[in-house]
């Protein structure tokens, strides 16, 4: 198995060992709710594309030079809707200190976020409208 087979969030459950259970945000808006329902199914599938690609996690012991991948997409509106979805760059770093990107976000390769932004566009775009 390799990252493209995480083509869901209930794959990614199973590589991960967990059950597919969604966490309960009631308590929050609506907005919020779908907000943080999509992140948390998009930490997950990122958690298993980097489990099934040799346990990948990020580095940050001073002096590592380990390159660390994110998605950077650009959000640009069209007639239908308020806003579009376009990646803007995959970009990796190691010595610049960002509070932009959380952890869980991370990958260990640009073809992996290539491959997760086409594949998981819907989460990603949830992502980009709501924060």
């Known amino acids: 198995m390799n990252y ?3 083509k ?3 794959i990614a459950c199973k590589v991960l060992k967990r059950k597919p259970v969604l966490p309960n945000l009631t308590m929050l808006p609506k ?3 779908k907000y943080y329902t999509d992140h948390y199914k998009l930490t997950t599938i ?3 594309m980097n ?4 346990d990948w996690k990020p580095d940050y012991k001073e002096g590592n030079k380990q390159p660390k991948y994110f998605a950077w997409p650009r959000v ?5 809707r308020k ?3 376009a990646l803007s760059r995959a970009s990796y770093g190691y010595v610049l200190a960002n509070s932009l990107v959380g952890s ?3 990958m260990g390769s640009s073809d992996m976020v290539y491959w997760a932004l086409d594949k998981h566009t819907k989460l990603y775009i949830t992502h980009a409208h709501t924060t």
Do not use: M, N, Y
């Open 83 to 85: 806003g579009g979805f």
């Open 104 to 106: 869980r976000l991370l």
């Open 51 to 54: 489990k099934v690609e040799g």
């Open 46 to 48: 990122i958690s298993a």
């Open 76 to 80: 640009k509106s069209d007639d239908k």
């Open 8 to 10: 869901s969030f209930g």
């Open 31 to 33: 907005p919020l709710q």
């Open 4 to 6: 493209k087979d995480i």
